[in-house]
């Protein structure tokens, strides 16, 4: 079994698991807004991919908002296609647990998702949030367009000076272009809709952006 210190760097190449071909088989619908989980969605919506902790609570977080579409819950950014909740947790995949956000941006702007996501969590730990440690755990903004890229830059540059004035260190943010996304098993999908009492590990700052 990978130790700790394994599951806080990202796998190379070589050992990296290899996975499969075959993709997630997913819902057709959101188990709390009755949206499709999967493309195609309306033309007036766009894409928002965020990384913030266990994805459980991040989900909720999101599908909550008013001008959110359909959210569902994934893996990217790693080295195993297709990968399994087991296989990502096992630190040899390289994978982060992201929430893809839906959403209309003529009801909610990105610079609202963003507030939601500096807000409710700890950007500044590194590879794991709160006690769940793991690459699967660490901060990101992945992005879909320049203009996105613009205002997740800015919003991060202006919470680490609110940050910094309360305390806390540097944002260990990622933020990159969004890579490919491995829909998660279909039991991960509205988690906390289907089981209230789940488990919920996010915990903010109490730090307030913008």
């Given amino acids: 079994m990978p130790g ?5 760097s ?3 190449p070589e050992v990296a698991l290899k996975g499969r071909m075959t993709a997630m088989p997913v819902p057709d619908r959101h188990f709390v807004l009755g949206s499709p989980l999967a493309p195609p969605f309306p033309a007036h919506c766009a894409l928002a991919l965020f990384g913030l902790g266990c994805f459980w609570g991040a ?3 999101y599908w909550q908002l008013s001008g959110v579409y359909s959210t569902s819950v994934g893996y990217v950014a790693g080295l195993t296609p297709n990968p399994t909740y087991e296989e990502v947790c096992s630190g040899l995949t390289g994978h982060n647990e992201v929430v893809r956000v839906v959403f209309a941006p003529g ?9 939601v996501f500096w807000e409710a969590h700890n950007p500044t730990q590194g590879m794991r949030q709160g006690n769940d440690v793991g690459t699967q755990y660490r ?3 992945y992005v879909y367009d320049d203009a996105q890229m613009a205002t997740a830059i800015d919003s991060r540059d202006g919470f680490q000076r609110v940050l910094k004035a309360a305390g806390y260190g540097a944002i260990t943010t990622e933020v990159m272009v ?10 991960h999908q509205q988690y906390l809709a289907k089981n209230p009492g ?12 913008g």
């Fill in 59 to 61: 989900e909720r977080k």
């Fill in 139 to 141: 901060s990101a903004v």
């Fill in 107 to 115: 009801q909610i702007q990105f610079s609202e998702l963003l507030k």
């Fill in 4 to 8: 700790l210190k394994t599951k806080q």
């Fill in 10 to 12: 990202m796998p190379s």
């Fill in 178 to 187: 969004a890579p490919k996304y491995y829909y998660a098993e279909a039991y």
């Fill in 198 to 209: 789940g488990y919920c590990g996010l915990g903010g700052t109490g730090v307030t952006c």
